[in-house]
């Protein structure tokens, strides 16, 4: 693994643990999902500090650069969580459309009783 790979990551790790622990602190972020960030971030300075781990997996799936499998493992890492967020986001927009309609007929009923 480069050295400017290694420093990006090093970078990355720093700069994400911050950014979630001031989130936290300010009440922004969840502590169920800051958690994820914090050990994504973790990962990513075990995998800067020592090199060999990512280089005996890449050579071992038959990757030609480490660089690629660290890029590969961070986008697949990446893509489960925005489809785990999806999946949230799809079950709260559709609480929300019962919660709203639910609403709307309590607002009927109540225009119904008072006529």
Known sequence: MSLTLRILCILGSAITFL????????????????????????????????????????????????????????????????FSNTIKISTLNARLDELVQEQALQSMEEKTDDQ
């Open 19 to 82: 950014v979630i622990a001031s989130r936290v602190r300010k009440a922004r972020v969840r502590i169920d999902d800051s958690v994820f960030w914090i050990v994504f971030s973790f990962a990513l300075l075990i995998i800067a500090l020592f090199p060999n781990i990512p280089s005996f997996f890449a050579h071992l799936f038959g990757f030609q650069a480490t660089s690629n499998f660290v890029f590969l493992v961070v986008i697949c890492v990446l893509l489960m969580r925005e």
